[in-house]
């Protein structure tokens, strides 16, 4: 029975209305294709860069016993803060930002290529055109896919992971430095203070010496030699009174910095004593764990791990690379067909025997450089343990001293004030206490910086001893 349909339907049931229905519908794909593409792009933001500074005003979360007088802190306390509010810490923890991005970018699988192609003809000889050729027209379109990007994706993902895991360790290693710095300008503010305190009072006793020795030396009851002696004296105590004053000023200046607080916050700090020596047990076992508590330790065994996946990148690398597609096309005269392509390199000359060699030279210089420094950082903790005992040791024999000299110290002001010692006698005794005080602030300094140091090698806490708050006065 012949088609005797009419109307709309019977127009699009025509060959011509057929293939300018295929057209209109690969047009309307070719548009939807980077429409599809953009849907999932992201939206660009700007982001200014501040205008003030970000300096905290006062200590912060820090309940107070009234309104000019901050509860004082303590060491972990200080150390504490230093972690949170360290501007340089806060760069690194962006910084860190930057490395989990470059992990998440690793773990995309790599995308596919499209290609397209369309080809028009055009008749330069004939006029008018022949109205054919619009029916002519050539199209491509292709999927390839690279065989070696998927291949090596996983080690990519895991030499990225290994990166993270790498910037995090070096990141806590850095706090544990934060940490350390802290503690240092803790234990120097206080000493410097603490030697400001006891060469104070001792640089006001030698000036009045001093003045006396000139008023007697004008008078003619005093040699020069003497005058000039107490006056050099007068000199060096009062140098050394001032340095003092400088260092704990300069101590508090670069605590407050590390806090992140803005110069002329009060920082009060809880008054300390002699650390303890860790017994040799408990070294023993912090020695033993360095590998896996040590954040530097750890940040190099993540950059092996790293270094293992460029290795096997580089062996899988060596393989030709594969690009396999598929393609359809239709040419002028509207014969369609579907195909496909392969290419793959000839591993005749290159078959990546260098960048293989260049992994694996890499892979054991990063193994050397481990095995170092789990040696240094065994040496090192040893080292410091040993001359904390030593210290320890002359500290105790000095604290066993100190109360006899400042008991004879004591006794002779009583006596000076009442005019029955001699000056000279006195500043003498007074010299011999300062040396000896001063001398234990040297010994208490340097044995906090050797337990601060073993406490940042081992990551083992500081247990301080009570501080012994007898003084005697000099003035």
């Known amino acids: 029975m012949p088609d005797t349909a009419v109307g709309p339907w019977a127009m699009s049931a025509s060959p011509e209305n057929r293939r300018m229905h295929r057209r209109a519908k690969r047009r309307r794909a070719l548009i939807a294709l980077p429409l599809l593409a953009l849907a999932g792009c992201a939206i660009y933001k700007p982001l200014p860069l501040p205008k003030h500074d970000n300096l905290a005003a006062a200590l912060p979360g820090r309940a107070t016993r009234t309104a000019s007088a901050p509860a004082p802190l303590d060491m972990d306390q200080v150390a504490t803060l230093a972690v949170l509010n360290n501007p340089d810490l806060k760069t690194a923890r962006a910084t860190l930002g930057v490395a989990a991005a470059q992990a998440f970018a690793a773990g995309i699988l790599p995308n596919p290529r499209i290609n397209l192609s369309s080809d028009r003809p055009l008749d330069r000889v004939n006029a008018p055109a022949d109205p054919r050729y619009p029916e002519y027209r050539a199209y491509g379109i292709g999927l390839s896919v690279d065989l070696r990007a998927l291949l090596t994706h996983h080690s990519q993902y895991e030499a990225a992971r290994a990166q993270l895991s790498q910037a995090r360790a070096e990141l806590l290693w850095r706090e544990w430095q934060t940490v350390a710095e802290a503690r240092l300008l803790y ?31 004008l008078e003619g009851n005093l040699a020069r030699d003497q005058a000039d002696a107490d006056q050099a004296l007068m000199l060096s105590v009062r140098a050394q009174a001032d340095a003092a004053a400088r260092s704990a000023a300069q101590s508090r200046s670069a605590l407050r910095a590390l806090l992140g607080l803005r110069p002329g916050v009060r920082v009060p700090l809880r008054a300390l004593g002699a650390p303890k020596v860790p017994n040799r047990t408990a070294l023993l076992a912090a020695v033993r764990a360095l590998p896996v508590r040590r954040p530097d330790l750890r940040a ?29 096309q239709r040419d002028f ?29 890499t892979r054991a210089q990063l193994r050397a450089a481990y095995q170092a420094r789990l040696d240094q950082a065994t040496t090192d903790v040893w080292q410091l343990w040993h001359e904390m005992r030593a210290l320890h040791a002359e ?47 040297d010994l208490l300094q340097n044995l906090w910086s050797d337990s601060i140091a073993l406490a940042t090698l081992t990551g083992a806490p500081i247990e301080p001893a009570v501080l012994d708050g007898s003084k005697a006065s000099l003035s």
Do not use: C, M
């Not at 410097?192 to 006001?204: D, N, Q, T, V």
């Not at 008991?407 to 000896?436: D, I, K, M, N, Q």
């Open 187 to 217: 234990v120097a503010q206080q000493l410097g203070e603490r030697r400001r305190a006891l060469f104070e009072p001792a640089a006001k006793l030698y000036a009045k010496t001093a003045a006396r020795s000139r008023r007697a030396l």
């Open 300 to 328: 190099l065994r993540a950059g092996y791990r790293g270094q293992e996946a460029e290795v096997r990148i580089a062996v899988l690398s060596q393989f030709p690379n594969i690009v396999i597609g598929f393609d359809r």
């Open 333 to 361: 005269s509207d014969v369609h067909s579907l195909g496909g392509t392969v290419s793959f390199d000839l591993p005749i000359f290159d078959r990546g025997q260098g960048a293989i060699a260049i992994q694996r030279a």
């Open 395 to 441: 500290l105790a024999l000095i604290d066993r001293r100190l109360p006899r000299l400042r008991h004879s110290l004591a006794e002779a002001r009583r006596a000076y004030r009442a005019g029955s010692y001699p000056a000279a006698s006195y500043s003498t005794l007074v010299g011999a206490y300062l040396g000896a005080a001063g001398n234990r602030y």
